[in-house]
T-cell receptor
Framework: DSGVTQTPKHLITATGQRVTLRCSPR?????VYWYQQSLDQGLQFLIQ???????AKGNILERFSAQQFPDLHSELNLSSLELGDSALYFC????????????FGPGTRLLVL | AQSVTQLDSHVSVSEGTPVLLRCNYS??????LFWYVQHPNKGLQLLLK??????LVKGINGFEAEFKKSETSFHLTKPSAHMSDAAEYFC???????????FGTGTRLLVSP
């Protein structure tokens, strides 16, 4: 158990809908990262937050957004969902330093029908 | 930009025989390299990491990896495979001035009795 929690574990929804994925980092970790794992794109970095502020952006679509709250949990919002958004979404967290390891949560599996 | 190439999409071994999963990296400066493992329907677990200390890195479950700058390689090895090692393995490089991780395409390790 990494100490990172994600809810829900599974999500089934329809095209055009909006969903919110939630992540709670390990105790004391200030950084949260979101990654997407799909069959065609592999594992890709989406976005990083550090202590409530966006720090880095990767291949995140404009239809997707994220935020980190004062209690350090983070939410990834996916809107206007398309079939191709079906994937496993991982959250990871790490401490402050440059060399800090990222610990991954169990992921949320999203299926868009 | 940092990248990693995993040279084999699948590796099959018999239980009790050695494991070799190959990874080459590309980086404009001294990289931080990781191996993560993903068991079926599970999250990503850190096996080991290299951050410019000793070139031979020991990880969990008997795995180790050697950083070879001259060959730009970071291959993962284990002397004797166990059935429980069957999983997907990802070679990962940490990207640039940011903390984001760049994943390889993964190697699926199959272990037969």
């Amino acid at each position: 158990d990494s100490g990172v929690t994600q809810t829900p574990k599974h999500l089934i929804t329809a095209t055009g809908q909006r969903v919110t994925l939630r992540c709670s980092p390990r105790s004391g970790d200030l950084s949260v990262y979101w990654y997407q794992q799909s069959l065609d794109q592999g594992l890709q970095f989406l976005i990083q937050y550090y202590n409530g502020e966006e720090r880095a952006k990767g291949n995140i679509l404009e239809r997707f957004s994220a935020q980190q709250f004062p209690d350090l949990h983070s939410e990834l919002n996916l809107s206007s969902l398309e079939l191709g958004d079906s994937a496993l979404y991982f959250c990871a967290s790490s401490g402050e330093g440059e060399g800090e390891t990222q610990y991954f949560g169990p992921g949320t599996r999203l299926l868009v029908l | 930009a940092q990248s990693v190439t995993q040279l084999d999409s699948h590796v099959s071994v018999s239980e009790g025989t050695p494991v070799l999963l190959r990874c080459n990296y590309s980086s404009s400066y001294s990289p931080s390299l990781f191996w993560y493992v993903q068991h079926p329907n599970k999250g990503l677990q850190l096996l080991l990491k290299y951050t410019s200390a000793a070139t031979l890195v020991k990880g969990i479950n008997g795995f180790e990896a050697e950083f070879k700058k001259s060959e730009t390689s970071f291959h993962l090895t284990k002397p004797s495979a166990h059935m429980s090692d069957a999983a997907e393995y990802f070679c990962v490089v940490r990207g640039g001035g940011f903390q984001k991780l760049v994943f390889g395409t993964g190697t699926r390790l199959l272990v037969s009795p």
